[in-house]
């Protein structure tokens, strides 16, 4: 057993003292720990368009609530999966407490990744999924869901003997590849139905409207198109209707650009899937901040998708998918 010994009244004091001192520590220790802001990345594969913007309002609503400093940040092009890369290791070597990642390739971003553990970086995928199984969750669409929402009405307008065509964005990208998939499984039920073409246009507008184009002239029979992305359907609406086309071809367009509602109005375009990005982006902060204090979440956080058509555009809860901008 140790002995403790006392000077008298001196070795009272001194005691007192240090211990004045080692709570001052931890009580100044405790209150700089608490007045840390959380930084959170959010790596995302396009710093525009609607789409992304409302993903940034709701990611920046969410930063706001719980008082996170948020960095914004993505390539000049959604291809661009090296870009990506890059951004992700500047992103590692600043160490934030959360990174937030849509990824533009699946297969690509998958290594860069896994680098995150050896900083105990916890990653949050958003929108579009990553090869990785450090990631602590997935927060987005339903994308095979979606691509079968898809399908199911393009079926019905152009009937069970029908040929339709498919444009997609970023071949590699996993919510790309999910919707398609969803779209070709539900398809294969029907065996008159026939997918005549796929196109990728790697999310450029321009890209879409030349290979839609092209399509309606290698197809002239084609009954059916479905765009999987708000650029994607901004090119091919525009080639249907300069083609003659409109409302000829039945069209099941993604997200709900302008462009799209004013053609959804005019009947070149018979129904929207219209995702929540405003959600996606104020739920992965939410999940960011519970991953930096180590709670437990669900491999999947899903959002949402409405199938938005001429009867249903004016319903007020589609009203607020459709225009999330106004207040």
């Known amino acids: 057993m140790r002995k403790i010994i006392m000077f008298g009244g001196k070795g009272i004091t001194l005691i007192v003292l240090l211990t004045l001192i080692l709570s001052a520590c931890t009580t100044s220790r405790s209150t700089q720990n608490a007045d840390k802001i959380m930084v959170v990345d959010m790596i995302v594969k ?117 040929q339709i065509g498919i444009v997609n964005f970023v071949q590699g990208a996993r919510n790309a590849d999910q919707r398609e998939e969803g779209f070709l499984d539900y398809v294969a039920r029907f065996p008159n139905v026939q997918v005549m073409d796929i196109q990728y246009c790697g999310s450029d507008e321009l890209l879409a409207y030349t290979l839609t184009k092209e399509m309606l002239v290698n197809y002239p029979r084609l ?13 091919a609406g525009k080639a249907v209707v300069d083609m003659g086309y409109a409302g000829k071809v039945k069209m099941i367009t993604f997200d709900n650009p302008p462009e799209m509602l004013e053609l959804l109005q005019e009947e070149t375009v018979q129904a929207m899937v219209v995702q929540n990005p405003f959600n996606n982006g104020y739920m992965a902060i939410v999940a960011a901040v519970k991953a930096a204090h180590g709670e437990r979440l669900d491999g999947k956080i899903p959002t949402d998708t409405k199938l938005i058509d001429l009867d249903n555009m004016l319903w007020p809860e589609n009203q607020k998918l459709l225009f999330p901008f106004v207040k």
């Open 46 to 162: 396009l710093d525009r368009g609607d789409y992304w913007n409302t993903i940034r309002m709701g990611a920046e609503a969410a930063a706001k609530e719980y008082n996170i400093k948020l960095n914004y940040l993505a390539p000049d092009n959604e291809n661009d999966y090296r870009e990506q890369i890059a951004l992700m290791e500047e992103s590692i070597a600043r160490r934030p407490d959360v990174i937030v990642l849509a990824a533009s390739d699946y297969e690509a971003l998958g290594q860069v990744t896994d680098q995150t553990s050896y900083y105990n970086i916890p990653v949050i995928s958003m929108d579009s999924e990553v090869a990785s199984a450090k990631v602590k969750t997935y927060v987005g669409t339903n994308n095979y869901e979606a691509g079968q929402k898809a399908a199911e009405r393009l079926v019905e307008l152009t009937g069970k003997y029908s």
């Open 223 to 235: 009954d059916g198109i479905v765009s999987l992305s708000a650029e994607s359907s901004i090119g």
